[in-house]
């Protein structure tokens, strides 16, 4: 089955700088990568996602990059604001559209964003 | 998010007893999802569901059972709780047409003693 890696576990980042959260995956039937953010004692919730068709995809101050070839996806955040503090899961999954998604996670990155 | 919700928010149960974890979702979204949360694994997906009357095993199915009678109830149960499954249940769903977003329910936390 798929095995998805990221690193790191843990990042801390100064107000207004960059983070940049980094992926491996193992299936290279994965299709569909998939970031989620949790708010400490929240639900995950879905802060952008990209298809393999597509190398980038950017949504205001967050971008994620995928590198099909080296099977590797990337979170990158810009101007870093203390709301940004929290856990972030990437996942992959291979997918036809209007199938299930059958997602597995990677074990998470605590990024704090400190003044 | 008021759209798929989960019950009982925490639960304390000792081992050996069956506890029923509930979801229940708004959307008439096709398919459902149960995950567990534990430090250091992330999100592991115990089953799945693509319509009523249709289920298929996750990464961790062993220990759970799960049936889906309605569209928009999946619910999840431990025939025989063990301590190895204290933690944190989350509910998804997802749509059929043009969506691959998975929405999470708020998680229900399990203590098993």
């Known amino acids: 089955g798929e095995n998805v890696e990221q690193h790191p576990s843990t990042l801390s980042v100064q107000e207004g700088d960059s983070a940049v959260i980094k992926c491996t995956y193992s299936d290279s039937a994965s299709n569909y990568f998939p970031w989620y953010k949790q708010e400490l004692g929240k639900r995950p919730q879905l802060i952008i996602d990209i298809r393999s068709n597509v190398g980038e995809k950017k949504d205001q101050r967050i971008a994620v990059t995928l590198n099909k070839t080296a099977k590797h996806f990337s979170l990158h955040i810009t101007e870093t604001q203390p709301e940004d503090s929290a856990v972030y899961f990437c996942a992959a999954s291979p997918i036809a559209t209007g199938t299930a998604s059958k997602l597995t996670f990677g074990t998470g990155t605590r990024l704090q964003v400190t003044l | ?12 149960t000792e081992t050996g007893r069956q506890v029923t974890l509930m979801c229940h979702q708004t959307w008439s979204h096709s398919y459902m999802f149960w995950y567990r949360q534990d430090l250091g694994h992330g999100l592991r997906l115990i089953y799945y569901s693509a319509a009523a009357d249709i289920t298929d095993k996750g ?27 204290t933690s944190v249940y989350f509910c998804a ?21």
């Open chain 2, 1 to 12: 998010d008021a759209g798929i919700t989960q019950s009982p928010r925490y639960k304390i």
């Open chain 2, 59 to 85: 990464e961790v199915p062993d220990g759970y059972v799960v049936s889906r009678s309605k569209t928009e109830n999946f619910p999840l149960t431990l025939e025989s709780a063990t301590r190895s499954q």
């Open chain 2, 93 to 113: 769903s997802q749509g059929r047409v043009n969506t691959d977003t998975q929405y999470f329910g708020p998680g229900t936390r399990l203590t098993v003693l």
